[in-house]
Structures are given as C-alpha cells and as structure tokens.
C-alpha cells in the first residue's frame, strides 16, 4: 500500500469498479456516496455488460468477486426479436449460446453494485459540495456538514449532475435526449407459464406506430444468490434479490408535468397491446417503477486541474438505447486504474491522469456520439464488441 490516497466520489459501478481497481493494484482510496445506502434510489434494475465492460469487471477484481458476478448473472437471453404491440414479429433471429463470463454477461444492477463494494471503504451519506486545491499537487473534498478529506487525486463519478464536472468544468452541456419508465414485475409460477416465449430469455423490443417502445429483459440468477456467495466470497453481502421481469418503456412527446403515478401511465400507455405486455406492466411492483431522464453530454476539452479528474456518466452520459454507457464508464476505470498502478508520487499521479484524459476523451465520446445518431442500433448480444 502506497501513502497515496484517492478520493472517489459517487458510488456507482464506474467509481465501486475503479475502487476496485486501485486497490488491487495497491492504492489506498475511499468511496464518498451521497445516498444513505446501496439500494436506497430507484436506478434501473439490469445492466448488460458486453465485452469491453465484462473484461475491464475481471480486470478490476479479485477472482472471487468476478466469480461471484458471473455466477449470480442472469440466464443469457435465447432469441433476438422485434415485434409489433400484437407481438407479430418484424424481425427475429436465435442467437448462439454464450456463458457468461468475460465476452458478456448480464446481472441485476443491484447486485453488482454490492458485489463491487465487498471489502472497499465505503462512506454513506456523504453530501459531497466542491473540492479546494491544496499546495504541492493535493486536493481537498468538502462535504455537507462542514466535513472534508483530503487526498492525492479526486475522481468525479458522481453521474450525470455531477458537482465535481459543475466546478471542474462549468461551461460542460448535458443534453436532455428525452425520458422513459423503468419497471419491475416480480416472477411468480403462473405470471411465467402464461408470458407469451417471445417476451421470455430474449432481447426485445415492441414498437407502436406512434412512437411507444417497450423492453422486457427475464432477470433470474444463474445460480441462487445466497448459494453462490457461499460458495465464491463468504464475505460478501448481498440482497437475495428475487427473479422479476425488468422493463423500459419509452413514450412519444415530453414527459408530463408532475407523474404522481408512473405505473399508471405505463398501464394505459399498453391498454390496448397484447395481453402478455399488459400482465407484465399491470402485475409490476407500482412503487418501483419510476420516471428517468435520458442525457447525453457533449463533448468537453481537456481540463487543466492536477488532481481531479471524472469517468463514468460523470463526463460522457449517453443515452441507453445502445447498451454502452455501463460499459464505457468500466472501461474509464479499468485504464485509470492500470495507468495508476505502481504511482508512489503527485508526479506519477500526474502522468497518468495525462494519460487517461485524452484517451478516455476519444473512445467516450465516440460512443456518445453513436447513441446520438443511432440511439436504438439493433441491441448487442453480451459479448459484441464495442
């Protein structure tokens, strides 16, 4: 262990995966989340990892942890199919079977977050406010309540309304692209057996004519989560998360002012489609379902501050139509934390960040522009590269 100390603020998978990282490969670091604990805010409730994200995962944790991840992801999708609100299918094709493991894997959001905080310091509810310069290269975070740390370097990965991108770079644009629903609908037998198998194990998507798109992914562990924790890291808490369907659904038009009940918006946005969509939507647990916001960031040139740099949504938030933004902001932490490996010194930390910038600058912003000009790009099985 190094006398370094790195600050990361934001608990998502980019700043836990980077964690991860820079403690592996001797660093010493602290994780500052603002929200009291892991699953306290609604954020989506499946993440897709392709090759890029699943690789920089195995490159950023230990052996256990990773087995855990692949372990307790969910059974690969069978089929890709597109359909029409009958399900009449417009396209469709089988897709190959694929364990997971590093060329892809898909696993409950939740579930990774918490396999990727086993055995960090974690500190919750840490409101954080802005960052001071300090002599010789170091920099000081401040925090809610008159509380402050100092470190080596300060990592922004704190999302698309990031605090520390607003004082590092105050002229950055975030781009409202548009919003959608996000739901979950607990499995139970008889839900299972009457889901038509076109809404089952696949990648999907069902369009209306005007504009109405709805996603279901089936998210049932591979192995039960209690089962394969004992069996990877005994050390690791994880909620046992129960099998559910995972949906999106995204509606023409700006989003109306003040939805009291999101369910409800998506249960007559669907009234009239097939009844396997509708028993998904009108069976979903109504208080986790909720609106979210799509961004996309514009580009931004390279800053001048030595000890503060961003990855993750916190510098390329992009759209989620094309599955890459998770995998972007593991990629992000996968090469900071290779370039910061064996830094003893400011001048090491220095290098790297001088490193990392202009790289992660290119191959993000790359992806961003994609998601803009082609937000919904046939859906990448796990393992297509990005």
Not at 196 to 225: H, K, Q
Not at 253 to 271: C, K, Q, S, Y
Request: net charge neutral; proline share 9%; with cysteine.
């Amino acid at each position: 262990m190094t006398d370094l100390h790195v600050l990361i603020v934001g608990g998502g998978i980019a700043g836990l995966c980077l964690a991860q990282g820079l403690r592996q490969a001797g660093l010493d670091v602290t994780v500052y989340e603002r929200d009291p604990s892991p699953g306290h805010r609604p954020q989506g409730h499946r993440v897709t990892l392709k090759e890029t994200g699943a690789r920089a995962l195995r490159a950023c944790l230990p052996d256990r942890l990773f087995d855990l991840a692949v372990a307790t992801s969910i059974h690969p999708a069978t089929r890709m199919i597109f359909m029409d609100p009958g399900l009449r299918p417009a396209f469709a094709k089988d897709l190959p079977d694929q364990p997971p493991g590093v060329d892809g894997l898909g696993i409950h959001r939740l579930t990774l977050r918490e396999i990727l905080m086993t055995g960090l310091r974690v500190r919750f509810g840490m409101d954080y406010r802005r960052y001071e310069p300090l002599p010789g290269g170091r920099v000081r975070a401040h925090f809610a309540g008159g509380e402050s740390a100092d470190g080596d370097l300060l990592v922004g990965a704190d999302g698309a309304r990031s605090r520390v991108r607003a004082q590092l770079l105050p002229d950055a644009v975030v781009d409202d692209l548009g919003w959608g629903l996000y739901g979950r609908t607990w499995l139970t037998p008889e839900l299972l057996a009457a889901t038509p198998p076109e809404l089952v194990d696949t990648f999907n998507r069902v369009t209306a004519p005007d504009g109405t798109a709805f996603a279901v992914a089936t998210c049932r562990p591979r192995v039960p989560i209690p089962e394969a924790v004992a069996r990877h890291a005994p050390d690791a808490r994880l909620t046992d998360v129960p099998g559910s369907f995972s949906w999106t659904m995204t509606l023409p038009g700006p989003r109306p002012d003040g939805v009291a009940e999101p369910h409800r918006l998506a249960v007559d946005a669907v009234a009239r489609w097939h009844e396997g969509v509708r028993a998904i939507v009108g069976a979903a647990d109504a208080p986790a379902t909720f609106v979210l916001r799509t961004r996309a960031a514009r580009r931004v040139a390279l800053w001048d501050e030595p000890a503060v740099t961003l990855v993750g949504d916190a510098v390329h938030s992009m759209g989620p139509g094309r599955g890459d933004g998770a995998n972007i902001g593991l990629r992000d932490a996968r090469l900071l934390s290779e370039l910061l490996a064996g830094a003893r010194t400011a001048a090491d930390v220095a290098a790297a960040k001088a490193a990392y910038e202009p790289a992660m600058l290119d191959y993000a912003f790359a992806a961003v522009e994609a998601s803009r000009e082609h937000p919904f790009a046939p859906f990448a099985r796990p393992g297509g590269r990005l």
